[in-house]
């Protein structure tokens, strides 16, 4: 009965692809969120900064840049069946930590009746080149979808389907102030299982607005260099997430110059300091929990010299609450679980409420 | 400097193995919590069944019971260093929506001062014979470790580790009665990113009591003869969470003859029966959403026809809240992510509470 089930599946994937029955649509035609600095060169379509940026960037952050993080794409269709096709740029499709589908996979939500994003689908990569149903059997109703692009992979190409009846309209990404998160691994979205459960794709959809993702696996360090580049955007705010790349001493030579910097340029931008989420074992090694205390007072420092000095529209996020208090937040001591992830987003989300004036 | 440190650290882990610094203990020497059956013949060590049920489960069922799912080693140390080495079975290390990490990965706990478990560390592997420093520059002090084994792959061996000149003290498996969970893939513990957050695995930690996992990928169908296995364990309760891998039909056909199976050998041993998580895209998908209906209706008809005719201690879960009504809760639509582990857990908690009388 299996077989038979997973033959008609095949044949019908089969008939429906040999068979042009299927609208493909580059979505480089019409254009993702998350895609900062959108007007520049870019070196390729899905990197994350500009061609000039590989000029000033570390030659690690210009590597990791270039991960599809935080992108996300928009359509509105009447779908019964939708597919996508899409190649990234590494063969390295998991790590031992995270697997495949937040690696290098996509992940589908769609907005109900009441207007809410709700999860859809998501994807369980096999190969660089992939080409599947993200979901079937999708019930009557011209709605909108949300697609996001692998978190730990450079996308090469991607493409949305729907059936050659089906109504697809393409939506260009949304002219809203962004949600700018500048960051670490964490950022970029370890340990997440599917792209849209990174805390700031979280945020994206419970503000529902774009969100630019720039975090860089162990190299989120308050670069004037990154700094440079995110003065250019005119966002909704900036999010400093960098301390766990960091420590005591980095962070007090350049937490104030980078917030500086990023407040001479846009003087009414809110500005989010960030403390590092403390390790769930750390209560057994004393050692972290000390680089924890540091890092924190070195943050907590920071900003009261920033206030005093008069700088207005800043934030602040204490780590020590981001993963919960039941110390199973993480995969691995340092990075969220999709647990520690929700909970991250629970507690950046009344912050940002605050600094966009929503309450 | 970070080559440094990977230098300093790889010298110090040679160092430490090499010059036998490293006290070795082989699990099987004194025994792991989750292997039922145990004073029996058994085909390999880790096996979760004995070599008998290889005769009377299907074929499928055997094959995925060689997984070491739920198995969990107790140990008391007072060492800074825990070191582990393992070998899996299978070269098969993660999957395209599990990472390795909890496929074939360990996952340490510690109990705290106020003999609480908390998280203490996990591992990375990249290969199928692995030795790793689990935790190091653990605070002083004798405390009792808790260490899981691979979910989704076999475990040819097992052994802890501490530096020559610590305390190491083999715990026995208690002699307290188990929870024996009887499931499917969930049940197994996809997708977790580590063992010690499936959901069995929780609620061992929480009613701090023995936990056997007998969930089978894809072939939890309430089989007689996996209903003959569980009468053999003296257990403190059967729960039977198998809708996700049945529909209606099946259910009615064999979930009151597997309860009256368990009830006629062991009298007074609670029974919960557990309905499928909602898919959380079956918003979106009308069929997916009967199926769910179905499977519910048929469960709480077997259930009603059970207490009819007199069965006692029987339990039942209901499954709409079991991930929670965010849409957030897995990483695939079917299998929980880490939150919605937790979550299950939650569900399941108060229920098993009373069905352990601890309330």
């Excluded at 992108?71 to 509105?76: A, E, I, L, Q, S």
């Excluded at 996508?84 to 790590?95: I, N």
Aim: charged share 25%; net charge positive.
């Amino acid at each position: 009965m299996k077989q038979i089930i997973v033959l008609l599946f095949a044949l019908h994937t089969f008939t429906a692809f040999a068979q042009g029955k299927v609208q493909w649509h580059d979505v480089t035609q019409w254009g993702v969120e998350g895609r900062g600095w959108g007007d520049q060169e870019r070196a390729k379509w899905f990197d994350r900064f500009p061609a000039k940026a590989e000029k000033t960037v570390t030659k690690s952050v210009w590597s990791l840049s270039r991960h599809s993080a935080g992108m996300m794409v928009r359509f509105k269709s009447d779908a019964n069946t939708i597919y996508a096709k899409w190649k990234v740029t590494s063969s390295r499709l998991g790590m031992p930590h995270m697997p495949p589908s937040g690696v290098s996979g996509l992940d589908l939500y769609a907005r109900d009746s009441r207007g809410k994003w709700r999860w859809a689908a998501a994807t369980r990569p096999s190969k660089q080149k992939m080409e599947v149903i993200l979901l079937r059997g999708i019930k009557p109703g011209l709605r909108e979808y949300a697609l996001y692009l692998p978190l730990y992979n450079g996308t090469e190409s991607l493409a949305v389907g729907v059936p050659a009846d089906a109504k697809f309209e393409r939506l260009a990404p949304r002219k809203s102030k962004p949600l700018v998160f500048y960051g670490t691994s964490i950022t970029h979205g370890a340990c997440a299982s599917r792209p849209g459960i990174a805390h700031p794709a979280i945020l994206g959809r419970w503000f529902d607005i774009p969100v630019i993702n720039i975090g860089f696996s162990g190299n989120g360090k308050m670069h004037k260099e990154v700094g440079g580049l995110m003065i250019e955007v005119d966002a909704a705010a900036y999010i400093i997430d960098c301390l766990p790349n960091m420590n005591g001493a980095m962070v007090t030579e350049r937490c104030v110059p980078l917030v500086q910097q990023l407040r001479k340029a846009r003087p009414n931008t809110p500005i989010v300091l960030v403390e590092d989420r403390r390790f769930p074992n750390s209560w057994l090694v004393p050692e972290k929990s000390k680089f924890h205390d540091d890092n924190h007072a070195a943050l907590r420092k920071a900003f009261k010299e920033l206030q005093t000095a008069g700088v207005k529209h800043l934030y602040y996020v204490e780590g020590d609450p981001l993963l919960g208090d039941d110390f199973e937040g993480t995969t691995d001591a340092s990075h969220p679980n999709d647990l520690g992830f929700l909970r991250q987003a629970e507690v950046f989300a009344p912050v940002l409420k605050r600094a966009l004036k929503l309450e």
